[in-house]
């Protein structure tokens, strides 16, 4: 069974600096795909970024960058510049040939301005 | 484009009640995914159909729970006899059909419905 973990339940940026988010996985497929998922209060969850695992280039989106370590099954996401409107849940998740997400428990990262 | 729709947003029942969700995905969109969201937790997988079919069914959906998608557009998740632990944030998502070739397709989130069983 694929399992996701997140092991920081909390995190905390200043406004314009750097942060990193922590994400492992286990899954016994080949062909499998990363997200992180971003859920600010109160509204729905939209995709930040996502990771092909057969692609060994790191996935970037502005101002989001992820860190994937496929022989270590790690798959951290950075977030540069961090700004207020970056403050919400981010879950890390991964999808399999069977067609569904399996998430982590999610971290929630507060920005201070 | 509307986005994924969901209704109601919230819905407070008592203990043994029936309740009934529904969703509309995103037009031309054939797949459609529930999954259940617990206060503080990552949203977990319940049933996903492609069109009219249900094709996977977590162990999370006990006999209590039926989810129906009759004509492959909009979907119903009901939920009979609700418990207490039944309280959580219940979301669909929808996915344009496969590319040929990938496995692959982005999921789009509805706001869900919060449920609160008293």
């Known amino acids: 069974a694929q399992t996701v973990t997140q092991s920081q339940p909390e995190m905390s940026v200043q406004e314009a600096e750097t942060v990193t988010l922590s994400c492992t996985y286990d899954?016994?497929?080949?062909?499998?795909?990363l997200f992180w998922y971003k859920q600010p209060p109160s509204r729905q969850m939209i995709l930040v970024i996502r990771?092909?695992?057969?692609?060994?280039q790191n996935a970037t989106e502005n101002r989001f960058s992820v860190n994937f370590q496929k022989a270590a099954k790690s798959f951290s996401l950075k977030i540069s510049d961090s700004q207020l409107g970056d403050a919400a849940m981010y879950f890390c998740?991964?999808?399999?040939?069977?067609?569904?997400?399996?998430f982590g428990q999610g971290t929630e990262l507060s920005v201070k301005p | 484009d509307t986005g994924v729709s969901q209704d109601p947003r919230h819905k407070i029942t008592k203990r043994g009640q029936n309740v009934t969700f529904r969703c509309d995905p995103i037009?031309?969109?054939?797949?459609l995914y529930w999954y259940r969201q617990t206060l503080g937790q990552g949203p977990e997988f319940l049933t996903y159909?492609?069109?009219?079919?249900?094709?996977?069914k977590s162990r999370l959906l006990s006999d209590r729970f039926s989810a129906e998608r009759p004509k492959g557009s909009f979907s119903t998740l009901e939920i009979q006899r609700t418990e207490q632990g039944d309280s959580a944030m219940y979301l669909c998502?929808?996915?344009?059909?496969?590319?040929?070739?990938?496995?692959?397709?982005?999921?789009?989130f509805g706001p869900g419905t919060r449920l609160t069983v008293l």
């Open positions: 998740a991964s999808f399999n040939q069977g067609g569904k997400l399996i």
């Open positions: 159909f492609q069109n009219e079919a249900q094709l996977e």
């Open positions: 037009s031309e969109h054939n797949r």
């Open positions: 899954t016994s497929e080949s062909d499998y795909y």
């Open positions: 998502a929808s996915s344009y059909p496969l590319p040929q070739g990938s496995s692959y397709n982005e999921q789009f």
């Open positions: 990771q092909e695992a057969y692609k060994q």
